[in-house]
């Protein structure tokens, strides 16, 4: 018998039951005391506690299990409960992903706040910063105690993570990715999600896609729009990118489309008020300038003395904030430097969402 033919069945056979002994092994999922089978969704609760008075606190967790092997990808939205495009781009997947036809898990929670989002607020019924308590620790505030157990429960059962998130404080931000570009996993999910712009550095201490990469689940946040309102424009974008990823990651059987070069800025700042009063602009998210260009003005209303805005350097506006009443000190428009060569990566001067 030819041995070029008998070496090729023996290929065959073994790469037979190598797919055969994987597909064995994808099994049921096993997460927050339920068991999710291959090929199936299902909605589970994250925390269920009797906050007072007989009211319920329930985070909802939804759990999409492929029917054929692959990575787990965690989508968070609303870990700020005032940001709600991110909201509407984790449910639309979920709803839209049919467990049959794809590979892996994704483990989606639309509304990781429920107080906040009840609320309309940013924050935990603590006044604390759910995205600076990760990843939280079991004897801590209310708001570690919360990050500690979705970060022992859910986060570490992910391979990869995207946080869902956009401007905050009656601000608006340009799509954008932030990564941690030293981290080639992430980096690699950022330039996937081929939407936006991508902004380089680690992340704040505390914030959850710090928390989870250096735990190993490589981890990026989508930026896009502004707080209280859903974006339609944006949501769209979101849920492109979150798909584009999937393809990446071979969880669909699509292939992903060819992205055009994303620009990658490794240096921001917040351009902020000089003065208090009415900020007015002309100026819109996206917009490149030159240094010394006029970006707005505050005026105060009594005096009618007027403070211009410049740019400090030439750039590109990434986010603003709305027209408003401001006081000295407030962030008005965040600029990423255009510059040659590389630099290294700076972070936000305002708090990351």
Request: hydrophobic share 40%.
């Amino acid at each position: 018998m030819n041995t070029s033919f008998v070496s090729s069945l023996a290929l065959v056979v073994l790469l037979a039951s190598s797919s055969s002994a994987a597909a064995a092994a994808w099994g049921p999922l096993e997460i927050l005391d339920a068991s999710v089978a291959p090929g199936t969704k299902a909605q589970l609760s994250f925390l269920e506690k009797e906050s007072f008075l007989k009211g319920v606190v329930d985070v909802d967790v939804h759990v999409t299990r492929g029917a054929r092997p692959g990575p787990t990808l965690c989508l968070m939205g609303a870990v700020h409960g005032d940001e709600l495009n991110g909201v509407e781009i984790a449910r639309r997947i979920h709803a839209d992903t049919d467990p049959a036809s794809f590979s892996g898990t994704i483990i989606s929670i639309p509304i990781v706040n429920v107080w906040g989002f009840r609320s309309g607020s940013r924050y935990l019924p603590d006044r604390r910063d759910l995205n600076r308590a990760f990843p939280g620790s079991r004897n801590g505030s209310t708001a570690s105690r919360i990050a500690f157990g979705l970060f022992e429960r859910v986060i570490r059962k992910c391979d990869f993570l995207i946080d869902l998130h956009t401007g905050s404080d009656e601000r608006t931000n340009v799509p954008q990715i932030r990564v941690d570009l030293a981290n080639e996993a992430a980096r690699n999910l950022a330039l996937h999600f081929a939407e936006g712009v991508v902004l380089s550095g680690a992340g704040p201490e505390g914030s959850l896609r710090r928390a989870a990469t250096d735990a190993g689940v490589p981890a990026i946040i989508y930026e896009a729009g502004g707080p209280y309102r859903f974006e339609k424009a944006e949501i769209d974008r979101g849920v492109e990118g979150v798909t584009n990823v999937l393809e990446y990651l071979k969880m669909l059987p699509t292939a992903p489309p060819k992205a055009d070069p994303l620009r990658i800025y490794q240096s921001t700042t917040w351009v902020r008020s000089g003065g208090g009063g009415i900020f007015l602009t002309d100026r819109s998210p996206g917009e490149n300038v030159f240094e010394g260009d006029l970006l707005g003005t505050v005026t105060d209303p009594g005096s009618s003395e007027r403070v211009d805005i410049v740019a400090p350097f030439s750039g590109t506006l990434i986010g603003m904030a709305y027209p408003q009443v401001v006081l000295p000190g407030y962030g008005l428009f965040h600029l990423a430097k255009h510059e040659k060569g590389t630099v290294e990566p700076a972070e936000d001067e305002l708090p990351e969402n």
